[in-house]
């Protein structure tokens, strides 16, 4: 029902900023909330940050909040996550994810992208 397919990663120094973008294929974007989340070598994925279908009800994992920010432009099927003031603890493979309701969660998500390598040199 949903395709994903991330982009934006890349190297960067520490206090650079990029913007992931994940773009959505199909009907059901609209009305799904979206997350990201980043999986580094050796660790488990953890979450990033979600946001509900209509563009509300945002929230962050703490070691991103104030830095990073998800939005949404649903007319383009498409998700961000603007990275600022990048950590070189921030190096992992970020992934986006949808899920089957509108309510942003950070767990159970149905579908997900192949993710986007980010990397932050100190």
């Known amino acids: 029902q949903v395709q994903l397919v991330e982009s934006g990663g890349g190297l960067v120094q520490a206090g650079g900023s990029l913007r992931l973008s994940c773009v959505a294929s199909g009907r059901t974007f609209s009305s799904s909330a979206m997350g990201w989340f980043r999986q580094a070598p050796g660790k488990e994925r953890e979450f990033v940050a979600t946001i509900g279908a209509r563009g509300g009800g945002t929230y962050y994992a703490d070691s991103v909040k104030d830095r990073f920010t998800v939005v949404r432009d649903n007319a383009k099927n498409t998700v961000y996550l603007q990275m600022n003031n990048l950590k070189p603890e921030d190096t992992a493979v970020y992934y986006c994810?949808?899920?089957?309701?509108?309510?942003?969660?950070?767990?159970?998500?149905?579908?997900w992208g192949q993710g986007t390598q980010v990397i932050v040199s100190s």
């Open positions: 994810a949808a899920s089957r309701f509108a309510t942003p969660v950070k767990v159970g998500y149905s579908y």
